[in-house]
Structure formats: C-alpha cells, structure tokens
C-alpha cells in the first residue's frame, strides 16, 4: 500500500531561519515521483519541488530543497531563509505511477515568526 | 505552468439543493481529473477519478448518487453534489493531469461549498 508520513503536525520557525518539513513514505514501486505543495489560508494547492525516484541528485527550487534519501524513504523539504508568507500548511506526495492520483500526507503547518 | 480553473470559487446554498462546480483545464487537456475533498485542518481526501468519455471512479465511502462526475471533455469535468446538506460543506479542490507520461497534476483553486 503507499502511504506517506508527516510526524510533526506544527512547526515553528523563526524568519531568516532554516527549517526542514519530514517526510517519509511507503511504496512497492520500482518507479514514483514526490511532490511538495504549500497551501496558505486561501487553499489553494501551490506546487513547490519535485523528485523522481531515479534522479540522482536532490532536487532544488530556489529556497526549497529536497533531503531524497531512497534508502530511507524519506523527502524531507528544507525551507532556506524563512520568511513570513511561508506560513501556511505543507503536504508531501507521492505519486505512485501512471495516471494514479497522488497520495498525501496529513501536512505540517509550519508558522513563521518574526 | 498548466492553469486549472474551478468555478464557483464560493458558494453557499440551503440544505435540499444541488450544486454544481465546474473543473476546467486551461490550456491542456486532460485525460483525467480528480476530485478531492477537504475538512478544515485535515488533508486531502480522494473522491474519486474522473476519466474522460467514461464512469467515474469513486473511492470506497463516496456516494455514487450524492457526488455525480461528469468528465464530458477533455478540458471538462463537473462535480454536482445533489441534495446537498449541512455535512456536504466542505473544501473541494479538483486536479487535472495532461497525459500519461506527465508527472505532475496540476490543480484548481479550490471551491468552498457552505450548505445552510
């Protein structure tokens, strides 16, 4: 069955800090994308960082990183230099295979303090 | 990027009525849409996988007959909730996803649905 982890339900950060969301999942197959979206107060689901199962290096978007460690099955996001419209709920993914609708985890709500 | 559409983005109605939300898919088309339902604080719940030109799929627990999925086209799909009650409110979010070998679903805004 695929199933994925969120263990801390809220976090907080300090603005300019770093901070890392954790995620671990569960899965039998070979092949499967992990996604990270932020949704504000609004709902809206704003799509963050991918990684592929066979990419090798971690993936990067701007401030956000992605800690892949395969091995463990964990994607954890790690926010560089917080800031206060960070504040919002974040999700972690996955996306077994195929036209397969995504798996979520229960989110972290992560709130940034001046 | 992609752009989902939902349509309303709002919508408060009395308890008895149906209500329908449009999903729509901008500038792509997709074979298959997803709908999925939010309680406040909670995550993302599946209702069901709406593919285009066939029946929907709906996870175990969703009403076939409470939640009707019409994915007409390939840019379209509609989720009526009929007979809607105070339990029917919710969040409800759509997502779109162009083509098989696409890995990234694209979503909709979200429709906020109060039932009176």
């Known amino acids: 069955a695929q199933k994925i982890t969120q263990t801390q339900p809220g976090m907080f950060v300090q603005e300019k800090e770093a901070v890392t969301l954790d995620c671990t999942y569960d899965?039998?197959?070979?092949?499967?994308?992990l996604f990270w979206y932020k949704q504000p107060s609004s709902g809206e689901m704003i799509f963050l960082i991918y990684?592929?199962?066979?990419?090798?290096q971690n993936a990067t978007e701007g401030r956000y990183s992605l800690n892949f460690q395969k091995a463990r099955k964990s994607a954890n996001l790690v926010i560089s230099a917080s800031q206060l419209g960070d504040s919002a709920m974040y999700f972690c993914a996955m996306l077994p295979s195929g036209n397969t609708p995504l798996v979520f985890g229960k989110g972290t709500r992560l709130s940034v303090i001046a | 990027g992609a752009v989902v559409s939902q349509h309303p983005s709002r919508v408060i109605c009395k308890s008895g009525t149906s209500v329908k939300i449009e999903c729509r898919s901008l500038?792509?088309?997709?074979?298959?849409m997803f709908w999925y339902r939010q309680f406040p604080k909670k995550s993302l719940m599946l209702m069901a996988t709406s593919n285009e030109g066939s029946k929907a799929t709906y996870e175990q627990g969703v009403e076939k007959d409470k939640f009707l999925i019409n994915h007409a086209s390939l840019t379209l799909s509609t989720l009526t909730v009929t007979s809607a009650h105070p339990e029917d409110s919710s969040f409800y979010i759509c997502?779109?996803?162009?083509?098989?070998?696409?890995?990234?679903?694209?979503f909709g805004p979200g429709t906020r649905l109060t039932v009176l």
């Open positions: 500038d792509f088309q997709a074979t298959t």
């Open positions: 997502s779109a996803l162009p083509g098989l070998t696409y890995n990234e679903q694209f």
């Open positions: 990684q592929g199962s066979y990419d090798q």
């Open positions: 899965t039998s197959d070979p092949s499967y994308g």
